[in-house]
Nanobody
Framework: QVHLVESGGGSVQAGDSLRLSCAAS????????MGWFRQTPGKEREFVAMIRWRGTSAFYADSVKGRFAISRNNPENILYLQMNSLKPEDTTVYYC???????????????WGQGAQVTVAS
């Protein structure tokens, strides 16, 4: 059983940067896929980025491509989301999650963190 805890959210100005962290405790499969999603109340959870826990293959939503970067520190079991050139429309709650499939559909992710609020002022 893996437990995920996000940190690093906050309030910034448009154009600023933030880095989210997701600490994983417990034993995850080496075939696991780690993803970042975001969700605004009343809307469906939106895919942001994903990466294989082993390997370098990463994939991004078009809305964040070129601005956000997903990475992980395997020895420390930490997943990161570096967010640059933030926009007001990036304001929402961000979640990290684990899946067994390399898929952007949030429904295949079986373990979720508690969420981290990111607020970007114009």
């Amino acid at each position: 059983q893996v437990h995920l805890v996000e940190s690093g959210g906050g309030s910034v100005q448009a154009g600023d940067s933030l880095r989210l962290s997701c600490a994983a405790s417990g034993r995850a499969s080496s075939n696991s896929v780690m993803g970042w999603f975001r969700q605004t109340p009343g809307k469906e959870r939106e895919f942001v980025a994903m990466i294989r826990w082993r390997g370098t293959s990463a994939f991004y939503a078009d809305s964040v491509k070129g601005r956000f970067a997903i990475s992980r520190n395997n020895p420390e079991n930490i997943l990161y989301l570096q967010m640059n050139s933030l926009k007001p429309e990036d304001t929402t709650v961000y979640y990290c999650a684990i899946a067994s499939e390399y898929d952007r559909d949030y429904r295949v992710y079986h373990t979720w963190g508690q969420g981290a609020q990111v607020t970007v002022a114009s």
